[in-house]
Every structure is written in C-alpha cells, then in structure tokens.
C-alpha cells in the first residue's frame, strides 16, 4: 500500500479537464501510463505512455516533434454522414463528432505549447469489427473522414495502420512518437465489439455540435 501512495504521489500531473483519464504505472514497460476509451483522449508533456484498443475506432496519435507534447484520441463517426452521390464526406451535423475529437486533441497540444507547423500525425484502427458492417463499412467511413480532415488542416500522416477486419491495440509513447501496434488476430470475448456498439449508438442519438476552430 505504501509503495502504491508513492508511486500515486510522483505521477506526472495532467493537463486540466483530463483528470478523469485512468492513469498507472506500467510495471511492462515501466512508465507512467494513460489508457483511453472511446470517445476520450489524452495528451501528455511528461513522456507519458498513452494506450487503447481499437476496433472500427479511429485513433489519431499526434506529437509536437520539437517539443515532445504529444496525444492520442478514439473515436468514431455517427452513421450515415457520407454523401454518396459525391462520394465524399463533407462537413455535416454527422461529421462535426470527428472534427470535435480531433479539433479537441491538436488544440490542447497547440495550448500546452506545441505549433502546428511541428506536428507530426500517424493514424490507427478502422477495422471492420462490427456485426452492423455487412452493408456500411464504419471503419472505412472513419479512415476516409481523417484523410479528408487532414488534408484540409494541412497535416500529413508520416505512419499509419488501418482498415482490415481485425482490432489492435496500440501504444503510443507521447514524447518520441514510437507507436507499438498489436493485431488482436483472436478475440476470447465481444468486449471490443460491445463497448463500440455502445458507443455507436450513444453518438448516433447525439452528435456532438462543435464549434471549436484550431488556431
């Protein structure tokens, strides 16, 4: 117990408003960790380990490269929010969960002191996972909606692991940037699957309306 209170008590301060992230010492890999869930996201200036495990989900791990700030975030698209007829997803009620979840993480990097012109993306997940994707493909929506954001903020992804049919657990390590992906070949249970289908459905009934405007 004692030992636990210690290692408590030298754990890196966080960011405020990110006080609700779980956060531990990784005996593994012996740093301070922080593990995200969907729909979170957690960025870090003490070289923090930051983990999740995706499925249909997006992650985006961005880092200022001169700095050494770097953060991760999870999440995943409403449905229906692709315009077919142009074949490309546009800014729609829909679509503003995915710019709040990345507006979200890039500003609270450029906030605790990063600059844009120093940010260095790699992006994870967008597998097909869900028993909902015989007929729509949300990873793949989740992957072509980041390309698309990217690309109009100017933010080219230097790595990169998405879409086939499997989840992964990733680490990323916020102050170097090293990214360790696990392919999760064989699941034991449908706890990935169950926590994105909650998911899904919390967001389906509530889009987030975001307003936020990097800078």
């Known amino acids: 117990m004692q030992k636990k209170a210690e290692m408590e008590a030298s754990m890196p301060k966080c960011l405020t408003g990110l ?24 960025v870090s200036m003490h070289g923090e380990l930051i983990s999740t495990v995706l499925g249909s989900c997006i992650s985006a791990c961005i880092r200022d490269v001169k700095m050494g700030i770097g953060g991760m975030n999870h999440f995943m698209l409403p449905m229906g929010c692709e315009d077919e007829h142009a074949g490309k997803i546009h800014l729609t009620s829909a679509t503003r969960y995915g710019n709040f979840a990345m507006e979200m993480l890039i500003n609270e990097i450029l906030k605790s002191g990063g600059s844009k012109k120093n940010l260095e993306v790699k992006l994870f997940g967008g597998g097909r996972v869900l028993s909902n994707m015989t007929k729509i493909d949300i990873g793949n929506k989740n992957i072509k909606f980041v390309h698309e954001y990217l690309q109009e903020e100017d933010l080219d992804v230097i790595a990169e692991d998405t879409g086939d049919v499997f989840p992964r657990k990733v680490l990323f390590f916020a102050d170097t940037g090293k990214v360790r992906v696990k392919r999760l070949q064989k699941m034991h249970n449908d706890t990935i699957k169950q926590r994105e289908e909650k998911y899904q459905k919390s967001i389906d009934e509530k889009p987030v309306q975001s307003d936020i405007e990097l800078f």
């Not at 593994?28 to 996201?41: M, R, T």
């Open 19 to 42: 006080e609700h992230i779980s956060r531990f010492w990784d005996k593994k890999h012996n740093i301070f960790s922080a593990k995200i869930l969907p729909g979170e996201y957690y």
